[in-house]
């Protein structure tokens, strides 16, 4: 005999109340909140109401107690600081906007913040494998010792797009560019240009975080780069935009783009993990660091407003000088 049917709301809350979809319709509509965004609050108001609703609770009536709660029990159900944290957000953001409206006297959320997650080391590469990423050249398709797979590989890519790869990785480690940056440069100085190369003063005007401009150096192989991929980039068919670097359909090169190349490189110079481009920003940090041990310049270079955010590095320039120590000192080695 077959068990009777649960009722539907004893498995799951009924549909948010009006409250909370008029609420996500001012995000969608007055914020214009990103797709992404809104998908993340929407997560976050849903396990609202779950909570509301398990407890018999009203959604104006909810205290800083429940919060408190609920936060510790998101917590024990595995989900991350950084998720607990968006959704405190969202939940904040709305209880703030019921109060414009008189639904509520107070933000039951106000103060109450997520644990604490532990901030993971930047990734860098040795100096060694960001060399080899910067220097590696496609096999020859003429080289008999070179394997035919990379032998194809090379036949089809173009000369122009060597040279704008090699140019691009040169820049992103010769000069600690993110990503935005490297891609926001024009061909030539304008009051429109978010960022440019000045090739007589070896230096990238480029526009960063916050709208704020910064200057940096180039160095000689990034500026050699530089000029091949110029060179070939004005033999091109006339391109559809004054991005220094183009796709094959002459536009301005995306963040994506960017990435798969970025990854297809390393793999083909046989470095043995994967590269994004914000690894190069972080090893052209650390070595930078490691050889000077000038924090402050390095926090100039990357553009970062707080020094904090820089001394990252020094835990990274700590841990190679550890890996150092380990390997070389006769008393760090364990017996077995």
Known sequence: ?????????ALAPPAPPPLIVRHLDHLRIQR????????????????????????GLDLVAVRPHHVRGWTARLHAQGLGPRSIAITLAGWRGLYKWLGREGWVHLNPVEG???????????????????????????????DTA???????????????????????????????L???????????????????????????????????????????????????WLDLRAALSPPQDDALFLSR????????????????????AGLPTHVHPHML??????????????????????????IGTTQVYTKLDFQHLAQVYDAAHPRARRKD
């Open 1 to 9: 005999m077959s068990a009777p049917d649960t009722p539907r709301d």
């Open 32 to 55: 214009r909140l990103a797709e992404r965004t809104l998908a993340m609050y929407g997560d976050a108001f849903r396990r609202l109401h779950a909570f509301c609703h398990q407890e």
């Open 112 to 142: 109450i913040k997520a644990p604490k997650a532990p901030k993971p080391l930047p990734k860098a590469l040795p100096v060694d494998q960001a060399v080899a990423l910067a220097e590696h050249r496609p096999a020859d398709p003429s």
């Open 146 to 176: 070179a394997s035919p797979a990379a032998a194809t590989r090379a036949a089809r890519e173009a000369p122009w797009l060597q040279a704008r790869d090699r140019a691009m990785v040169e820049l992103l480690y010769s000069s600690g």
């Open 178 to 228: 993110r990503s935005a940056e490297l891609l926001g440069l024009d061909v030539h100085a304008s009051p429109h240009a978010a960022g440019w190369i000045d090739l007589a003063g070896a230096e990238a005007h480029v526009l960063g975080k916050g709208s704020k401009r910064r200057s940096v150096p180039v160095g000689q192989a990034a500026l050699a780069a530089l000029r091949t």
């Open 249 to 268: 359909l002459g536009r301005r090169l995306t963040p994506v783009q960017l990435r798969n190349r970025l990854k297809q490189l390393a793999q083909q």
């Open 281 to 306: 920003r972080h090893s052209f940090a650390s070595h930078l660091l490691q050889s000077s041990g000038d924090l402050r310049a390095v926090q100039e270079l990357l553009g970062h407003a707080h």
